[in-house]
Structure formats: structure tokens, C-alpha cells
T-cell receptor, first 112, second 116 residues
Framework: AQSVTQPDIHITVSEGASLELRCNYSYGATPYLFWYVQSPGQGLQLLLKYFSGDTLVQGIKGFEAEFKRSQSSFNLRKPSVHWSDAAEYFCAVAGNNNDMRFGAGTRLTVKP | GAVVSQHPSWVICKSGTSVKIECRSLDFQATTMFWYRQFPKQSLMLMATSNEGSKATYEQGVEKDKFLINHASLTLSTLTVTSAHPEDSSFYIC????????????FGPGTRLTVT
């Protein structure tokens, strides 16, 4: 079965600084990869997804992610973080049976 | 498009009672829906996969008799927590998959269950 590892439980960045959230996946076939953001007490919002094609994926809110098969990674990046980006970020992978597995999440704090 | 709603958004019930949570796909048909559970400051854990017109498939360790899932139509799945206990208090999130578009799920806003 597929699995996801998000090595960083909590990250703090200053507003305006760049951001990279790490995600490593484990899956024997072509993975379907997702990044979601969750604000406290809220549901999930899809930031971006990778199914195939260009390995650099653009998402909403200025986020992008790069799929690197050789490293089994799908790291999320943003060049300049805004205070409103503070939230919990989840990387997820879907397999052939259509179920989705989530990483443990990375909590982002933005310093003014 | 692809909106999923959940009702109620939060519920408080007494220990020993049952509570039903609804998950609806508002603008598409969903033959498959998923139920997740999320404890505070933790990730989402898949509880079960709900298939329209058939029995749900539960993940290992999830009690089928405690978490009853019914997917009676192409737009509605329900999760009933029976004989609820305080340890069942959690955030329950459902998602739905558009038929024919694999691998992508659309998530509901979640239901906060508190058992007193």
C-alpha cells in the first residue's frame, strides 16, 4: 500500500520569505500526488495535484510542487509567504484502488 | 463544481446515544465516497470506503458495528456512530469521487463530534 512521509512537523518562516515543505512517498507504481491545506477547524482545500506530464505543477495561492521520481518526493514551494498561509499542510498519495493516504501534516507558522 | 457538503457541521451527543452524519455530493454523482477521521493535531485516517448500493469496505481496526455506513444514493452517504463514547469524539471528514475521474477526491467541510 502507498504511504506518505512529511518529515517536518512544524515550520516557522517570516512573512515574505520562501517556503518549502517536504513530502516523500512510497508506492510501487505511478503515484497520484496531492497537496492540501487545512485551516483550524476547517476541511481540506486542494492546492495542487500531480497525475502525469510536467513534473512542475502550479497550484492555487501561488504554490507549486515538483515531482521527482528518483527521490520519491513531491515538495511544495512558495516564493513569498503571506501571513494568511499559516495553516496545516497535508501531502497525500492515491493508489490504484482509489484510496488516499495522507502524511502526518506540517504546521506552518508565519512570523510577521 | 464538485462540491461536497456535510451535515451537521458540529454535534454534541451524550455517551451511549447514536449520531448520524450526512455527506452529500451537491453537483455530481458519486458512486464512491470515503470517510476519514481526524484527531486533534493529527492527520486524516481513512475509516472506510462507501460504495453506492453495496456494503462499505472498512479499514483494518475500524469497528463495522460501531461506525455504520450507508450509501443509499449516488449523492448521499451517511455515517452513524452507534453507542457513542467520549473516545469517539473527533473530526469526521467525508470525500467523494467523481465517477470516471479516478484518484481525485473532493472533500466535505467536516463534522466535529463531541461525546459527553
Amino acid at each position: 500500500a502507498q504511504s506518505v512521509t512529511q518529515p517536518d512537523i512544524h515550520i516557522t518562516v517570516s512573512e515574505g520569505a520562501s517556503l518549502e515543505l517536504r513530502c516523500n512517498y512510497s508506492y510501487g507504481a505511478t503515484p497520484y500526488l496531492f497537496w492540501y491545506v487545512q485551516s483550524p477547524g476547517q476541511g481540506l482545500q486542494l492546492l495542487l495535484k500531480y497525475f502525469s506530464g510536467d513534473t512542475l505543477v502550479q497550484g492555487i495561492k501561488g504554490f507549486e510542487a515538483e515531482f521527482k521520481r528518483s527521490q520519491s518526493s513531491f515538495n511544495l514551494r512558495k516564493p513569498s509567504v503571506h501571513w494568511s498561509d499559516a495553516a496545516e499542510y497535508f501531502c497525500a498519495v492515491a493508489g490504484n484502488n482509489n484510496d488516499m493516504r495522507f502524511g502526518a501534516g506540517t504546521r506552518l507558522t508565519v512570523k510577521p | 463544481g464538485a462540491v461536497v457538503s456535510q451535515h451537521p457541521s458540529w454535534v454534541i451527543c451524550k455517551s451511549g446515544t447514536s449520531v448520524k452524519i450526512e455527506c452529500r455530493s451537491l453537483d455530481f454523482q458519486a458512486t464512491t465516497m470515503f470517510w476519514y477521521r481526524q484527531f486533534p493535531k493529527q492527520s486524516l485516517m481513512l475509516m472506510a470506503t462507501s460504495n453506492e448500493g453495496s456494503k462499505a469496505t472498512y479499514e483494518q481496526g475500524v469497528e463495522k458495528d460501531k461506525f455504520l455506513i450507508n450509501h443509499a444514493s449516488l449523492t448521499l452517504s451517511t455515517l452513524t456512530v452507534t453507542s457513542a463514547h467520549p473516545e469517539d469524539s473527533s473530526f469526521y471528514i467525508c470525500s467523494a469521487r467523481i465517477e470516471g475521474i479516478s484518484y481525485e477526491q473532493y472533500f466535505g467541510p467536516g463534522t466535529r463530534l463531541t461525546v459527553t
